[in-house]
């Protein structure tokens, strides 16, 4: 049984450019959460998505999208990419059941480093 | 204002040595509490979760304790091994279904 999924694993882009990454969940988990977790810090929140749909959502501005699949599969976008978006992506996922999570599981992150 | 504070922010042991590390919250109300472990460019691997009314929790060397009247989490590991050096990552979440994390213990285990 696959755990959380993530590619690319690492990125190198330039500032200004766009970039995609990509979460698959963890079998039988039907809602993903986007991190950003910059080098010596604690992961901070983007937006978690739920039945395809962004249930919520951090501090962090609308050059930050993303998407959710019928598949429960997700995509983070970011525009306009600056200096400063040079951190660790990580996708979260888990089962809703109500206002519950169940079975939090984190994949192994995407390094992206803006240059 | 929910809040998550670990400490120490950084430890250094002998192998083989115990240590155990600091989770204070704010958070309310209180869903349960997590410690992750995170290598280094590595997604953070759960480790324990507890409820309200769980006070001690075990995964192998990991013993995690709650005591959610003063608000506070140890995570206790016994006997390091140099595989232990990472940082651990204590996750505070609300019933509002909200995640509070805690910047995180660094941990080096040295020979």
């Known amino acids: 049984d696959a755990g959380v999924t993530q590619s690319p694993t690492h990125l190198i882009k330039t500032r200004g450019q766009q970039v995609t990454l990509r979460c698959s969940p963890k079998?039988?988990?039907?809602?993903v959460s986007w991190y950003q977790q910059a080098l010596g810090q604690g992961p901070q929140f983007i937006f978690q998505?739920?039945?395809?749909?962004?249930?919520q959502r951090g501090n962090f501005p609308d050059r930050f999208s993303g998407h959710q699949f019928p598949n429960y599969s997700s995509e983070l976008n970011v525009n306009a990419l600056l200096l400063g978006d040079s951190a660790l992506y990580l996708c979260a996922s888990s089962l809703t059941l109500g206002q519950l999570h169940y079975g939090y599981t984190f994949g192994s992150g995407t390094r992206l480093t803006v240059v | 204002k929910n809040q998550v504070e670990q400490s120490p922010q950084s430890l250094i042991i002998l192998e083989g040595k115990n240590c155990t590390l600091q989770?204070?919250?704010?958070?309310?109300?209180?869903?349960?509490l997590r410690w992750y472990k995170q290598d280094t460019g590595r997604g953070p691997v759960s480790l324990t979760i507890m409820t309200f009314s769980e006070n001690t929790k075990s995964n192998g060397r990991y013993t995690a304790t709650l005591d959610a009247d003063t608000k506070q989490s140890s995570l206790h590991i016994t006997a390091s091994q140099l595989s232990d050096s990472a940082s651990y990552i204590c996750v505070v979440s609300s019933t509002g279904n909200q995640f509070y994390f805690g910047t995180g213990t660094s941990l080096t285990v040295i020979p």
């Open positions: 989770c204070n919250y704010t958070v309310s109300p209180f869903s349960n």
């Open positions: 998505y739920y039945e395809e749909e962004e249930r």
């Open positions: 079998s039988g988990h039907d809602t």
